[in-house]
């Protein structure tokens, strides 16, 4: 399993379990979050927050949209590189 691979798994069975409190749910790494509504507004706060607990890595509030990222595979990459 890559790196890449990891954090997407991590980052579906947190936001599961976490944001959406449903915690057998499956996430794809290519399911939108964002722009289907799947997360929002709310849950969006909490995903950056998320990620800064669990990966150690900051997401300025200005990334926190689906421009920045709307999938996983998009936000594993982004905090890969800031790792």
């Not at 944001?19 to 057998?24: A, G, K, V």
């Not at 607990?53 to 990222?69: H, M, P, W």
Request: proline share 2%; hydrophobic share 45%.
């Amino acid at each position: 399993m890559t790196d890449l691979d990891q954090i997407t798994a991590t980052l579906s069975q947190q936001i599961a379990e976490r944001i959406l409190n449903q915690p057998m749910r499956q996430i794809s790494a290519t399911e939108p979050l964002l722009t289907t509504g799947l997360i929002d507004s709310f849950g969006l706060v909490d995903l950056g927050m998320l990620v800064e607990d669990e990966f150690g890595v900051r997401i300025a509030d200005s990334e926190l949209n689906s421009t920045t990222f709307d999938t996983l595979a998009q936000l594993a990459e982004l905090i890969k590189e800031r790792m």
